[in-house]
């Protein structure tokens, strides 16, 4: 199973469809394994992974029911687990990491109420994490990541206001993580685009001055900036292997 989905990870961008056939490969295995040995929460693990992986694969594509179908099967799984082992951090992190990718098919499909109602189960689990570990980067990061999707909804929402204070907060714990670890450029690149999402919503409500700070603000990140991503996704939140 973990061989698959490996495979599957190593073609997800070059070759979907092989990836998409090898995770449901990997599924049928880890089903059997879940069904034999229903006491080890591991087995269970990876099996949502598996789900969520195939998830991104089917949200590339457009395929978005199919998406959250597999989206809501891991979030499942891992909900179980939490009730199982509610002390497990990896669970509460994955279960995160689930509801964020779920309400990035929600926003995606025009469904911006249901993306915004996800995004904040999502932002609650990131939110008790933080507290939990102030100084771990990567839930900074990852914190950071799910601010900038609610705000991406609260504009398709016309709630451009309240996008602005998510945005901004975006930038609080984004910028923190880079103040941090400065050398780390996929913390740089993430804040860069909050920046770029704060100025174009100031743009629009006609706050030009503001806009104006953010650009520069922006621009002040240097030559790292030039690579952020395209999209959304924080780091954590991208497909990967089981292991």
Request: include cysteine; charged fraction near 30%.
């Amino acid at each position: 199973a973990i061989s698959h989905a490996n495979l599957a990870a190593l073609s997800s961008h070059g070759d979907p469809a092989e990836a998409e056939r090898r995770y449901h490969e990997a599924l049928a295995l880890q089903e059997k394994l879940v069904e034999s040995h229903r006491r080890d929460l591991m087995y269970r693990s990876d099996l949502a992974l598996t789900y969520n992986n195939l998830g991104a694969i089917q949200c590339r594509g457009g395929r978005f029911g199919e998406a959250k179908a597999s989206y809501q099967r891991a979030i499942d799984l891992q909900q179980q687990l939490l009730r199982e082992a509610p002390m497990r951090l990896p669970f509460r992190r994955d279960l995160a990491i689930s509801y964020n990718n779920l309400g990035r098919v929600y926003s995606r499909s025009q469904e911006p109420a249901e993306a915004l109602e996800t995004f904040d189960r999502a932002r609650s689990i990131r939110e008790e994490l933080i507290t939990d570990f102030p100084n771990e980067l990567s839930y900074r990061s990852s914190f950071g990541g799910v601010l900038n999707n609610q705000g991406m909804v609260l504009e398709q929402l016309g709630r451009p206001e309240e996008a602005v204070a998510a945005y901004r907060e975006a930038i609080e714990h984004q910028r923190f993580a880079v103040e941090q670890a400065p050398d780390v450029s996929r913390f740089r690149d993430f804040l860069g685009k909050h920046y770029e999402n704060l100025e174009r919503v100031l743009r629009a409500v006609d706050r030009g001055e503001e806009a104006a700070e953010a650009a520069l603000a922006r621009h002040a990140l240097g030559p790292g900036d030039l690579q952020r991503p395209t999209d959304d996704t924080t780091p954590s939140d991208r497909e990967e292997s089981i292991r």
